[in-house]
């Protein structure tokens, strides 16, 4: 479902609780008040409705090993090795998010 659409149906929600709150009389600044709130809880909940995932996963999840000649964290997909800048194998350990 794409935002617009609900936004759409979240504003005709608003008017159809602001519409029976008029004909009860009651006082335009808690209907604005009511309305403020009403729409501020739609975008939340369109928002997190809506949003599309990330679909490479997460961004910093998966495997990643340091490597102790390279002195920094890699990603990894499934060798425990890799090629150091002098052309030697060296072990990294790993760390799992």
């Known amino acids: 479902m794409s935002f617009g659409?609900?936004?759409?149906?979240?504003?005709?929600l608003i008017g159809g609780l602001i519409y029976p709150g008029y004909l009860v009389h009651m006082p335009g600044h808690w209907i604005a008040v009511g309305a403020i709130v009403?729409?501020?809880?739609?975008i939340l909940t369109g928002v997190k409705a809506t949003r599309q995932s990330d679909p490479g996963g997460s961004r910093y999840g998966g495997i990643w090993r340091f490597c102790e000649s390279c002195k920094y964290f890699q990603r990894s997909e499934n060798s425990l090795s890799h090629s150091s800048r002098d052309?030697?194998?060296t072990q990294m350990g790993e760390?799992?998010?």
């Not at 659409?5 to 005709?12: K, T």
């Not at 009403?38 to 739609?42: D, T």
């Open 95 to 97: 760390f799992h998010f």
């Open 38 to 42: 009403l729409l501020g809880i739609g």
């Open 5 to 12: 659409l609900y936004a759409i149906g979240f504003a005709m």
């Open 87 to 89: 052309g030697m194998d």
